[in-house]
């Protein structure tokens, strides 16, 4: 059987592309790309004869192969569509710039691409629009993005599509961001009960550092803690106080963004961050350890830290540490914990303007989203990782995690709909079943209200151009300045110095520009 690939494409085959797009051929074949592709529009497989795409790819290198994949394979032998996958490892920016520089697009690409990447190649027309290709070729696609939230995520601020999602609507994922764990052992061992409180979290890290080398093991950390990190960080200690926070410090109260790091609620953190810190209670480690020491601290034997938060519960055991919510100020009466917005990942699989097939990309791409694959994506390849059990739910074979699975199939790097349906559909195990029993009875009736989380807003190229002269430096000096808070004090008295030098650096401008982001965000 022959394969036809772009170098086969004729003049009046890419004609028929273009006319394709409005027209359309017959219902159930169409002519894609050359006169010699029969396209079937619904059925598999979706070309008689293969053909080949080229896609960049981004992965990380704990991934595998993306062409080593079984779950590509497998699909490539269901469409007769073959992938030439090019891939680029971390880290990737520079690569990405280098293509969209050039110019010389694949005909397909997964993450990578900025916002601003592809409004600027748009703009030149080397990025295709979707609308229309989703519309005719791509019915589980267009099902997806029925939900307003994936919708306004992914249209850019011209009203088209120009990426496909990668999209997890698992409410135990972007509910809360982290669990809070205690290592229940040594309160056990010293009597304690589970903080509730920030008095008895300061209680108990004091007893913990008391007890450091006589009924608990020497050079125990208290609490281990990450500084301004989104994984183990600080941002949770703003819920004590009544607010919520994150490594941007943009929130919603009312429909009316806020900056969260001058406010009152921040200056209590810096305090009382600044407390435990001068009682060695947090450790001077926590501005300068990456996540692998992060990871390796976690997995000490036996367990040297008292306190720790994470995505999932990293320990082989449940007794030694359990759940907790994040200790509450003598100002609030319930807190309300930090979600996130890692529901959709934009720009998760791009159409480049040169593709000789955009139909029969966009009909591979679809394939994606049924729900059947879309679960293999993110939780491995039927068979090797998971299986389907007879009552057509599915399961992990016994000590798969998402490394194994990440072998098999491309996860979050890549298109996929994994929608609350689909979540429905699984049962899990090892960590990510213990995150969904914490998040039932721990946290669920403790989360935020989603509207005062700052959505993943499609900002326009001026919108992202003040956003990159005021961010940075603000973040950067909330960094610097916050850290010398909690190591020397002084809060009170450089409080509205602290303040003042934000607004210098043009506070009133970003909010300015988020404040109009999210307006647009809501007029969708």
Known sequence: MREITKKSITAAAAACVALSMTAGCSDKKETAGSADVKFNKTELPIVNEPVTLEATVCRPATFGKYDEMSFYKELEEKTNVKINWTEIMEPYAEKINLIFASNDYPDLMFRGATDSQILSAADSGDVMELNTLIDEYAPNWKKVIEDSYIRKTITSPDGKIYGLPFVRADEADYGIRDVWLINNDWLQKLNLE?????????????????????????????????????????????????????????????????????????????????????????????????????????????????????????????????????????????????????????????????????????????ELAKAENSVQLLYGKEGETIYRKDNGRYGFFEGDDVVSASKTSSGNWGPAAVTSDVIDLVDFSGGEAIRRKYFESVYKDNRMPMEQMYPNVFFTEEQQNLRAQYANDIASYVEKQFADFIVNGNIDAGWDKYCNELKNLGLDTLLGVYQEGLDNFNSN
């Not at 500084?227 to 949770?236: E, M, S």
């Open 194 to 366: 589970i903080p509730e409180t920030l008095d008895d979290l300061y209680n108990v890290l004091k007893a913990f550092k008391a007890a450091e080398g006589k009924e608990l093991p020497s050079n125990i950390v208290p609490w281990y803690l990450r500084y301004n990190q989104n994984v183990g960080g600080h941002f949770d200690l703003y819920s004590s106080f009544g607010i919520t926070d994150n490594t941007n410090h943009i929130m919603v109260k009312d429909g009316k963004v806020i900056f969260t790091a001058n406010t009152e609620e921040a200056k209590e953190v810096a305090k009382f961050l600044n407390k435990l810190y001068s009682e060695g209670l947090i450790p001077s480690e926590m501005f300068t350890d990456d996540f692998a020491a992060y990871a390796s601290r976690l997995n000490s034997d036996p367990a040297n830290v008292g306190l720790i938060t994470s995505y999932n519960h990293p320990f082989a055991d449940e007794h030694t540490f359990v759940p907790m919510l994040v200790p509450r100020s003598d100002k609030i009466d319930k807190v309300l914990m930090r979600q996130q917005t890692s529901m959709v990942i934009r720009n998760a699989a791009v159409i480049f303007s040169n593709n000789p097939y955009p139909e029969i990309t966009m009909r591979w791409l679809d």
